[in-house]
């Protein structure tokens, strides 16, 4: 795992930070090695995490620092019970699911960072296994196996089960966007 205290995190671009610097528009963007250290001491804080992980990984984008965070986010999910696990897994799962090296320098994992991110993905799905034993609702559950299905590499899969509730399609007939009224019942 890239150290808390490596000067190289400043280096690793997201939603609130870039060059080294938070955006002048997001003055309040986090210092991701700074609130990792913070979950470190409380892992039992997920607001805390609630509130960092959107700047790592949201709209479909995985930023840099995502695949440094992965790492440290495992090792949280180790340190709470199984119930509390959800939200350490799902981003996990999300940042595999949209990543988009493809995008430029700000949205690919560092050469330093790939072993221990390929580690931590390895250690992730056991993880997932055990948490999916603990009761979850349909959303909760759907997320769980989203995340499952992004780590076995089926990322087009994860994205269906991730947005399930958006499935429609237009009728042959009539023209207008329906929702299958199974899909309904099964998503609410």
């Given at each position: 795992m890239l150290a808390l205290d490596d000067p190289r995190w400043k280096e690793l671009n997201h939603r609130g930070w870039t060059r080294g610097a938070?955006?002048?528009?997001?003055?309040q963007a986090p210092f991701v090695p700074e609130v990792?250290?913070?979950l470190l001491e409380n892992p039992s804080?997920?607001?805390r995490f609630q509130s960092l992980w959107p700047y790592l990984c949201s709209e479909g984008t995985a930023w840099a620092a995502a695949f440094a965070a992965v790492p440290y986010t495992i090792e949280l999910a180790r340190r709470v019970s199984l119930e509390l696990?959800?939200?350490?897994?799902?981003f996990v799962g999300l940042v595999v699911m949209c990543s988009c090296p493809e995008r430029?320098?700000?949205f690919a994992i560092k050469p330093y960072l790939a072993e221990s991110y390929q580690r931590a993905l390895a250690e992730a799905l056991p993880l997932l296994a055990e948490t999916l034993i603990c009761h979850h609702d349909a959303v909760q559950t759907r997320y769980l196996l989203s995340a499952?299905?992004?780590?076995k590499g089926h990322s087009q899969l994860a994205g269906v089960l991730e947005?399930?509730?958006?499935v429609c399609g237009q009728c042959p007939k009539c023209g207008e966007y329906v929702y299958?009224?199974?899909?309904?019942?099964a998503v609410s």
């Open positions: 938070r955006y002048d528009l997001d003055p990792l250290a913070n804080d997920i607001e696990r959800f939200e350490y897994l799902c430029g320098e700000s499952v299905a992004a780590l947005h399930l509730d958006c299958p009224e199974e899909l309904q019942q």
